[in-house]
């Protein structure tokens, strides 16, 4: 066991190290990055520099003269050395900001995550114990519906019912304009309420993979012999399915659950960036569009880490729960 | 022989008779692709699924063509548009002119009027009133004039010309003493009754309370309708309606304004402008967008881009996923090792923040919106190749132990030919499943890339990029008409190729119940 996951852990990490020099190529090699920006703008106030000056200077102050393998290498040793560098969007260290930004993710991550569950898993479950029924089509259904709704047009759409015609919610941003004046219980509802829209439009656009998948698996249990032999013996209906099938189904369950733990942390780019909540989804957004190397490196090291740990949790997990399973 | 001889004659004889029970006839044969295709037809979803793009495509492409617009047509249309035209006056105060720019203490004046004294000093001149008529004083210092101080003015009917004070004096002193004819400044003019001035027998100006002004210079203001405009101030109207000369019709709004005593006069002006935001109606069924396009034509046209797209990049996908899944799963060892390991690299990457670089960067080397669709297509299409080359793979590594991969090896059928004409047939199934899914992702992520603007360009239109409009949050409120259509063409497409895959997914297994 433990030779299997030292073994996945070497093979992530050099994964990893591809995957983070494709990108700093790339983040390198695009023209009109930050750097040129600046330099323009800077060359254009009244009695500046020449761009090329400009352009210059600021390529030594941000590191850019360096060719593309030294940067990276350079890159490589700071971050493994925890020195994640300064953003040039937000002028503060990389870490500060996302300090500052990623629990907020987390929470709505996590929040939407645990309604995921518990609604996909037991529909999932009804689905498949009635398979080909009305309920079985109309639950497959929503779930195909929750997969193919665009989520953009999802949030505009709640936003017009629940913001607009009804005032119900708050149509964006994380805080009311008079939240430094309210009592912290009153900062605490206002935050809560302007992430209710977020968080329903986050659930629904992701609740029907996981529907489906329960769905599935559920119908591979209740195909297999042992839910025969169960029912033969002259259990109940309700033993059969919630004791011996649910059971089972459990075991791709937990795995693909546990596997998407980390990615609880990666944020909601589209859904942070529709409502303007301050997450890491909306920071890393802003630092990508405008260029910010440190921060977009970070960020998508970040995400590849994430990735990464998440199939090795699953792996580990499908081991520990399934005792069928025995890694070598 | 005799056998056989029975089994000839038996046809005629058995027409009533039924068939013995293992008779070929009575089995109706099917290929595996009708019996696919009875499955799929049998589900009810799927078939939904496939009358949806169905549906969609002959709305994007047939109505392309069917409909008379073009994709990038602007509308025009004619919007009345208010512009400020005169102000009006009824005037009740002492207005004046002086015969040049030098100080005039009018207040003094108006002080001296009150206490009836004909005489005043102001800032060490002695000055003399000299009545002309009623509310018409001439001021003289000097034996000199000064200036004049007037109630009734002389309104020139071109906003334009400027009165000399000569003009004005001997106009108003003529009118005030009821003259017919005066000359000033070596011109001679006539004046009727109603303080109208004519030279040559043209009406240039009005001697009247009512006084007629504009900034604008150069305004034409002609009699009659000066005449309209004093009745309709006199009768408190809001409304005139004016035909001048021409037979044209013009609409003009008054409107009171009490902190000057004024009128203010607009002119009801119809513009030519572009068709924006137009409602509904029957040349626009979805109105127009804010570029005064026919929001129809334009979702038309969007679906052919978006359906297009899809296509294109599912195609580089699976060719890529069958060459590389293909060749992983058939050789083995190494190489296999290797393009898995490059699977799980690309894997790793985050899709979605790479593409938003991406096309940042390419918003900032200003590509041509057409040269940038197609790197759009290569980069989405490069990106999803490895999960088809994953399934492809995994299939392979388990037909290829199979009896008929010994056969082709002892046949001596080529690497070539056995990869591609032995193997890759017997995934078809699973390749268009997994296709007609990424269909559906691919369209959604082309519409939230050209949703976020980093996507399709303008002037093509796609799904996405129509409603981006929204971000404009007063189209949200007020104009369902331009993103909501075009939303719920993209759930309908997504969901079409969903159910289809979804359906062909049931149809293809062998294991299915019905």
Redesign the interface.
Known sequence: MWKFILKRLALSVMILFCVTFIIYLIMRCLPSSFVETQAMTLSQAPGAKPYAEWLDQLSEMYGMNQNVFAGYFGWLKDFCAGRFGDSWVYNVPVIEKFHETVWLSFIMGAISFFFEIIIAVPLGVIAATKQYSKTDYAISTLALIGISLPSFFFATLLKLFFAVKHQWFEISGLVSRDYLLMTPSQQFWDKAMHLVLPIVTLTIVSIGSLMRYVRTNMLEVLNADYIRTARAKGLSERKVIYHHAFRNTMIPLVTIIGGSLPGLFAGALITEQLFSIPGIGFASYQAMIKGDIPFSMFYLTFMAILTLLGNLISDILYAVVDPRVRIA | MKKQADLKNKPAAEKTEALSLNDDRRVKVLSPTALVLKRFFRN??SVVGLVMIVVMFLFSFLGGFLIPYDEDEIFYTYTDMKKNFVTAEVNDRYRYLTTNSQTYDHDAFEKALNDSKDRYRSGGMEYEIQTLGTDLYLIRSNNADVAIEYKEALNALDTSQKFSFDMTKAALTAHAEKSPRFSADGSDYTIDADGVVFENNTPIAVVSRFIVTSKENGRQIPLGFRNELQKAVENKETELHYQDENGTEYDYSLEYKPANNNWDVKQGKSTYVKDTYSKPSKAHPLGTDSNGMDMLTRLMYGGRVSLVIGFIVVFIAAFLGVLFGGISGYFGGWVDNLIM?IV??F????S???I???G??M???QIEPKIRMLYLMLILGFLSWPGIARLIRGQILSLREQEFMTATEACGISVHRRIFQHLIPNVIPQLIVICTMDL?STI?TE??LS??G?GVKFPFASW?NI?ND?NN?FV??NY?FI??PA?FC??IS??GF??IG?GLRDAFDP?MK?
């Open positions: 009810t979803l390991r799980d690299i894997y790793c990457i985050p979605m923040p790479l938003i670089i991406l940042a960067a918003d900032a080397m559906g959604l519409a939230t949703f976020l980093l996405g409603i929204v949050s949200m409120e369902w993103w909501i939303g993209l759930l997504v969901l969903n159910f979804d294991k019905r």
